[in-house]
């Protein structure tokens, strides 16, 4: 279920609270929901695993993301829960790939290596050659 792409970010599917108490056991800082509320029939609501994550001691942000697309807000914002995070985060989204791609996308607005952050979502499973022409663009290699 949980895909780590390094010692900083793991991505993973949808998420249940239940779940949330064991994420803090496995040494995860924060928890970071890229998922939009009634994404899907069913899924639990960010309120519930935010409300998990602070009886767990864990962080939380919210960044939701559609399958319209990345906004330079939400970078912005992935970016800041990496920073404040303190250690490991688990980040969610419906599938993890929304996720993994939005976690690249903070990576490469700080500068980080376009070739090193496609080989780490590829090693966790993740094809995102699909946004090489934003990472090359946001990390100043285009």
Not at 28 to 44: D, M, S, T, Y
Not at 49 to 69: K, M, N, Q, S
Not at 81 to 99: D, I, M
Request: proline content about 6%; glycine content about 12%; hydrophobic content about 45%.
């Amino acid at each position: 279920m949980i895909r780590k792409i390094d010692e900083q970010i793991s991505v993973a599917p949808q998420i249940a609270p239940e779940d949330v108490a064991g994420f803090a056991d496995a040494g995860f800082k924060a928890i970071v929901n890229n998922r939009p509320e009634g994404e899907e029939l069913g899924q639990p609501t960010g309120d519930a695993v935010r409300a998990a994550a602070e009886a767990a001691g864990l962080a939380y942000a919210e960044i939701p993301v559609t399958h319209a697309g990345f906004s330079a807000t939400q970078v912005e914002a992935m970016v800041k829960a990496l920073e404040a995070a303190g250690g490991p985060v688990l980040a969610y989204c419906r599938s993890g790939t929304r996720s993994c791609n939005l976690w690249a996308l903070a990576e490469a607005s700080r500068g980080g290596d376009p070739d090193a952050l496609t080989a780490k979502a590829a090693g966790a499973g993740y094809d995102i050659s699909g946004i090489r022409p934003l990472l090359d663009a946001l990390s100043g290699r285009a």
